[in-house]
């Protein structure tokens, strides 16, 4: 099917526009300062250390600040310590913000190039 013949009735609502443009910051947002980068793909040295300088300073914030927990950075081999924990809250808040950034700056149904590729993208499959 293509995106010209899409229903021009069954477009997305404000509801699922923001719920995607969420979902989409988050998952981009964990994958780029998490250890599934390195996973995926060769991640060199200097952009682990940017991640963690940028990173770093916002989660001890978090931990110290609003929650009033120690925080310690420290490796251990398991994404069950409290700083992976604070971590996943900053990325939710800063998806949060940039959701809410992107939904000011582009409304709902302004430019259907977006919603046009992930239809066809989920029609062809």
Do not use: K
Request: with cysteine; hydrophobic share 45%.
């Amino acid at each position: 099917m293509l995106a010209e013949q899409i229903d021009p009735d069954s477009r997305w609502s404000p509801v699922t526009w923001t719920v995607f443009r969420f979902s989409a910051l988050y998952f981009l947002l964990y994958v780029a300062t998490s250890r599934m980068l390195g996973s995926l793909v060769r991640v060199p040295s200097w952009y682990r250390r940017a991640v963690t300088a940028a990173l770093d300073p916002l989660v001890r914030f978090a931990g110290e600040q609003i929650f009033h927990a120690h925080v310690n950075s420290t490796l251990t081999g398991s994404t069950d310590r409290m700083y992976d924990r604070l971590q996943a809250f900053c990325l939710v808040a800063v998806a949060l913000a940039g959701c809410a950034l992107w939904c000011i700056v582009e409304r709902p149904g302004r430019d259907d190039s977006l919603y046009r590729w992930v239809r066809e993208v989920h029609v062809n499959q």
